[in-house]
């Protein structure tokens, strides 16, 4: 039953940062349950690995490696995407980095490379998307925000900062393109065992906060850690990790949505 309420059988869908971790997850999920996948990712033989995974698994799948990070690239990237595969029919901006430093130890490189990677990658691959979405009158974009969108934790100010923007740049993407049919939402995950965050996994400070009962063990599907335990330093409430709809007054309103299907399983 779960299966035919999510139904993305002749659905395009192109996830950036979909090499590895939540990414790849992501692209695996929609291609369950029948979306043609776009990988797009920086290490070209990362990427061609999780390509032939999905391939393997009786997917149909390709692979677009162009750099999110350069508007031209992005622009470039989707124009050859909906040329040579077709209509991009769902975007997922996932791509995103980490570097933890002390904030006022804070190397400015790596300031503007957290921005290009995380917040400026979402604008570009967005924009280039929408403009073709818009004549189609259909779309959705989902941008993967974080748990950092609403507390903060030492040593990340700037990717708090990154994640907050992508929170109110999908708040604008609804203001400005709810009106021509587009869906734009957000998804904050918690915690994941994912390359992105392997430095907490090794930390053992940071590990004793973990609630048994929510880390996956070995070979188990990754879920969701609670945050809240691991954020009790910083003075701030976590809010849900569940998805929330970022949508304006210009589509239907909805508070908080659970599933990624949610957001996908609308007729158009």
């Given at each position: 039953?779960?299966f ?19 990414g ?11 979306a043609?996948?776009v990988?797009?990712g920086?290490?070209?033989g990362k990427l061609?690995a999780?390509?032939?995974?999905l391939?393997a698994a ?11 990070t350069q508007a031209?690239?992005?622009k470039?990237?989707?124009?050859a995407?909906?040329k040579n ?9 996932n791509?995103?980095m980490?570097f933890?430093?002390p904030l006022?130890d804070?190397?400015v490189?790596k300031w503007?490379?957290l921005l ?9 691959v967005g924009?280039?998307v929408?403009r073709h ?5 259909q779309?959705?974009?989902i941008?993967?925000a974080?748990?950092q969108?609403?507390?903060?934790r030492p040593g ?13 740049l999908?708040?604008?993407m609804c203001?400005?393109?709810?009106k021509h049919?587009?869906?734009i ?16 996994v090794?930390?053992p400070?940071f ?5 048994s009962e929510?880390?996956?063990?070995a070979?188990?599907?990754s ?5 809240s335990?691991?954020s009790?330093?910083v ?5 849900s990790t ?8 210009a ?14 399983n609308?007729t158009?």
């Amino acid at each position: 039953m779960a299966f035919e309420l999510f139904e993305l059988t002749g659905k395009r869908a192109l996830v950036t940062g979909s090499s590895q971790g939540i990414g790849f997850a992501l692209a695996q999920g929609l291609a369950k349950h029948g979306a043609e996948i776009v990988l797009n990712g920086r290490d070209a033989g990362k990427l061609d690995a999780a390509a032939a995974k999905l391939a393997a698994a009786g997917h149909k799948v390709s692979v677009a490696g162009f750099d999110v990070t350069q508007a031209q690239a992005a622009k470039d990237g989707v124009e050859a995407i909906e040329k040579n595969s077709g209509a991009i029919d769902i975007l997922i901006n996932n791509a995103g980095m980490q570097f933890r430093s002390p904030l006022e130890d804070f190397p400015v490189d790596k300031w503007e490379q957290l921005l290009a990677t995380n917040i400026s990658s979402a604008f570009y691959v967005g924009q280039a998307v929408a403009r073709h979405m818009i004549p189609r009158g259909q779309g959705k974009i989902i941008n993967i925000a974080s748990v950092q969108s609403e507390l903060a934790r030492p040593g990340i100010a700037p990717y708090t900062a990154t994640k907050g923007a992508i929170k109110n740049l999908t708040r604008g993407m609804c203001a400005d393109w709810a009106k021509h049919g587009l869906q734009i939402n957000a998804i904050a995950p918690g915690y994941f065992k994912t390359p992105l965050n392997q430095a907490l996994v090794d930390n053992p400070e940071f590990t004793s906060c973990w609630n048994s009962e929510h880390r996956p063990g070995a070979g188990e599907t990754s879920t969701n850690w609670s945050a809240s335990r691991c954020s009790c330093r910083v003075g701030l409430r976590p809010s849900s990790t569940a998805i929330r709809s970022m949508s304006t007054a210009a589509s239907p309103p909805v508070s908080r949505i659970t599933r990624l299907q949610d957001l996908l399983n609308c007729t158009g």
